[in-house]
């Protein structure tokens, strides 16, 4: 037994005292080295912009970048199009407009949160009967439905951020609108 106790405890200084044999890692060296590469390292002369960014072309090989353009309307809907332009454009200069936008998105919140409440309270009352119970199939028939219920809270959770996001994203469409604040109020 001694022998391995030897062992052991000449194992543990060696590795104490193995970083002072072996040189470090010289971080200034690197820096240097890695300096003296750049500058060596060729450099581009090309230089992208707005300008050119469709049109670069590097050793022969063309790299085209391609930008989503709206579709033209049909030749039918050529006249109704400044109409529908026009008419939302009037819907949205209402405070009617905005006003339902909100409210609609703080009654779905609100809605969102009070299905929590009620699902997290059921949820609490599954709890306190998986502990009261002793038999393990009720146990096991508890506890499926404790995973649902919790599913269910988790998606209804990410639904409220998304709605509350909805929201913020409203309140800052109408700020870029130029609809005065007095409307969402």
Same mark, same amino acid.
């Given at each position: 037994?001694?022998?391995?106790? $030897? ?25 240097? *080295?890695?300096?003296? *590469? ?26 085209? $970048?391609?930008?989503? !353009? ?35 998105? !703080? !009654? ?8 929590? @409440? ?43 951020? @998304? ?21 969402? *109020?």
């Amino acid at each position: 037994m001694k022998p391995l106790r $030897f062992f052991l405890a000449f194992c543990i200084l060696g590795a104490a005292v193995a970083p002072l044999w072996v040189d470090g890692i010289d971080l200034v060296a690197m820096k240097k *080295r890695e300096e003296e *590469r750049r500058k060596k390292a060729a450099k581009s002369k090309i230089v992208v912009n707005d300008a050119n960014v469709a049109t670069i072309s590097v050793g022969g090989t063309k790299y085209a $970048f391609s930008q989503l !353009e709206a579709e033209e309307p049909a030749e039918g809907k050529e006249e109704a199009l400044p109409e529908e332009r026009a008419k939302k454009a009037d819907e949205t200069r209402t405070p009617e407009f905005w006003k339902q936008q909100q409210n609609d998105l !703080e !009654e779905r919140i609100a809605k969102l949160r009070e299905d929590i @409440e009620n699902s997290q309270s059921e949820l609490n009352k599954l709890w306190s009967d998986f502990y009261a119970r002793n038999i393990a199939a009720e146990q096991q028939a508890i506890r499926a439905q404790i995973a649902q219920l919790t599913n269910q809270i988790e998606q209804k959770k990410i639904f409220l951020s @998304e709605t509350e996001a909805q929201l913020e994203a409203l309140f800052e469409k109408a700020r870029k609108a130029g609809i005065p604040p007095g409307w969402l *109020r």
